[in-house]
């Protein structure tokens, strides 16, 4: 009897991401844009200068995926850009391995003896309502928010009290696909032949644009290419082609619990021109990436 589908628990999503970002240029691409990019766009975030122990303080809030090597060096940046200045540091994840393995990954930093982190395990949603709840409004220089906006409930009002959060010159950094990946084709023209089990919202680049026009802020969006070798998720029985496979789809074992039909759908679909390209007999599905810098 072949089982019932169902989604990732918080566990198993953990080990399909992992090979998600083992098998794509992710961390390479925003690597990229914390080196062409980032410098710059920090140079100007602190205007309020709080003396602590004669330091000044910038304080920046984390909302994301589980990128926190990316984290760190964004945080390194600010410090090269701001020398001396103090950065505290605050990070909103709910799942309880992201959060362990980045303390892990501070533990063995050394260089971070001018930044303090403070853990949320939270999701954006319950961090909103702690907040509220408390009436203390904290206010950050920088917030970034790294690939969540497809698990919030609602969009528009998770940006709209995250801006709040931005003190006089803070910027917020939005991480999202980009409506030229192949993410963004499939979620458009191949929603079918994607299974009940994923419930995140389908949104790109565009969609959180209009959001930020409605709210009448300031925005900058800058495209970065990405790709993902997805080959294995065409060899049948192939241990990391079934990962990549239940990370695309939110699925437990999606090719050993779909119906033929739908695996098969599926499978074609991400051979699309549109989705994916062949390379050297490779192929590699397009995960573009936008970078939107909002003002406060």
């Known amino acids: 009897m072949i089982p019932s589908m169902r989604s990732l628990t918080a566990e198993e999503y953990v080990e399909a991401f992992k090979s998600f970002l083992e098998h794509s240029t992710e961390h390479q691409c925003m690597d990229e844009f914390n080196r062409e990019q980032m410098p710059t766009i920090v140079a100007g975030t602190i205007t309020r200068l709080c003396h602590m122990s004669h330091k000044?303080?910038?304080?920046?809030?984390?909302?994301?995926?589980?990128?926190?090597?990316?984290?760190?060096?964004?945080?390194?940046i600010l410090q090269a850009?701001?020398?001396?200045?103090?950065?505290?540091?605050?990070?909103?994840?709910?799942?309880?391995?992201h959060v362990a393995a980045y303390k892990?990954?501070?533990?063995?930093?050394?260089?971070?003896?001018?930044?303090?982190?403070?853990w949320h395990q939270l999701t954006s949603l319950e961090y909103e309502q702690q907040v509220k709840e408390r009436g203390t409004h904290k206010k950050f220089d920088f917030i970034h928010m790294i690939?969540?906006?497809y698990r919030v409930e609602d969009i528009p009002s998770t940006i709209k009290f995250f801006h709040s959060c931005l003190d006089h010159h803070g910027k917020l950094l939005i991480i999202i696909l980009s409506d030229s990946s192949g993410w963004a084709s499939l979620w458009k023209k191949h929603r079918?032949?994607?299974?009940?089990?994923?419930?995140?919202?389908?949104?790109t680049c565009s969609g959180i644009t209009e959001v930020l026009q409605s709210l009448g802020v300031q925005h900058r969006v800058y495209e970065l290419p990405s790709g993902w070798d997805i080959t294995e998720c065409f060899t049948e029985g192939d241990a990391v082609g079934g990962r990549m496979m239940d990370f695309l789809t939110g699925t437990k074992n999606f090719l050993g619990t779909a119906?033929?039909?739908?695996?098969?759908?599926?499978?074609?679909?991400l051979r699309q021109p549109e989705c994916s390209s062949t390379r050297d007999g490779r192929v590699i599905f397009s995960n573009n990436?936008?970078?939107?810098v909002v003002e406060s």
């Open 104 to 118: 892990e990954l501070v533990n063995q930093a050394p260089d971070l003896q001018n930044v303090s982190f403070i």
């Open 289 to 292: 990436l936008s970078m939107i």
């Open 81 to 97: 850009v701001h020398p001396g200045v103090f950065i505290d540091n605050e990070i909103v994840e709910p799942n309880p391995q």
């Open 259 to 269: 119906p033929p039909a739908l695996r098969r759908r599926l499978q074609a679909a």
């Open 56 to 76: 000044a303080e910038h304080a920046s809030l984390l909302l994301g995926d589980f990128l926190a090597g990316v984290d760190l060096k964004m945080i390194r």
């Open 147 to 149: 690939q969540m906006l």
């Open 192 to 203: 079918d032949c994607l299974p009940a089990t994923d419930s995140g919202h389908y949104i």
